[in-house]
T-cell receptor
Framework: EAQVTQNPRYLITVTGKKLTVTCSQN?????MSWYRQDPGLGLRQIYY???????DKGDVPEGYKVSRKEKRNFPLILESPSPNQTSLYFC????????????????FGPGTRLTVL | RKEVEQDPGPFNVPEGATVAFNCTYS??????FFWYRQDCRKEPKLLMS???SGNEDGRFTAQLNRASQYISLLIRDSKLSDSATYLC???????????????FGKGTMLLVSP
């Protein structure tokens, strides 16, 4: 089954304790992205990756890191989580920008609900 | 001005009603437009793309007005299962990279009642 998976689905942690949220897709997609969703603020992009070893900042990158060593995986790293990073996080993937600036449907993972105390 | 703006709602309608959502976007260079649907606490899923000539998918009709930078979604004969949040999504260029990424509106909540 074609899908985007995220782990963990739920996490409660404490301030300053490094954590990683994994994201994996089995559709051979080039493009992957991380979003956070907060009440009243909607979905905001944290980082995105056009392909292996190619990443760039989104709208709200502060406090996050990403890496793209393999096409299928795009982990989100919080080196020193803080309470303002409590949020619902979504990973997404799409075929990529084939043909220049064309767009393909983004497929989202089920979400990771993170609470930082 | 926010990049993508939507009325948050909620829109409360009875089953069978017709309801319309609007969305405006600020960047005139935006190239692609979409409506996503998001059920409570679930991931967003593509509902339909929006084409310049307007397009229809069953009970759903999407319209684009580039001159006014305005997108709409019309739902006819509403079903209980249509209750969800509808996200207006625009494909925007990012700086000098040449890449484009999606920008999401905050969504419009629809509640269909029996």
């Amino acid at each position: 089954e074609a899908q985007v998976t995220q782990n963990p689905r739920y996490l409660i942690t404490v301030t300053g304790k490094k954590l990683t949220v994994t994201c994996s897709q089995n559709m051979n997609h080039e493009y992957m992205s991380w979003y956070r969703q907060d009440p009243g603020l909607g979905l905001r992009q944290i980082y995105y990756s056009m392909n292996v070893e190619v990443t760039d900042k989104g709208d709200v990158p502060e406090g996050y890191k990403v890496s793209r060593k393999e096409k299928r995986n795009f982990p989100l790293i919080l080196e020193s989580p803080s309470p303002n990073q409590t949020s619902l996080y979504f990973c997404a993937s799409s075929l990529g920008l084939a043909g220049g600036l064309s767009y393909n449907e983004q497929f989202f993972g089920p979400g990771t609900r993170l609470t930082v105390l | 001005r926010k990049e993508v703006e939507q009325d948050p709602g909620p829109f409360n309608v009875p089953e069978g009603a017709t309801v319309a959502f609007n969305c405006t976007y600020s960047n005139s260079a935006s190239q692609s437009f979409f409506w996503y649907r998001q059920d409570c606490r679930k991931e967003p899923k593509l509902l339909m793309s929006v084409y310049s000539s307007g397009n229809e998918d069953g009970r759903f009709t999407a319209q684009l007005n580039r001159a006014s930078q305005y997108i709409s979604l019309l739902i006819r004969d509403s079903k209980l299962s249509d209750s969800a949040t509808y996200l207006c999504v625009v494909n925007l260029l990012r700086g000098d990279s040449g890449y484009s990424t999606l920008t999401f509106g905050k969504g419009t909540m629809l509640l269909v009642s029996p």
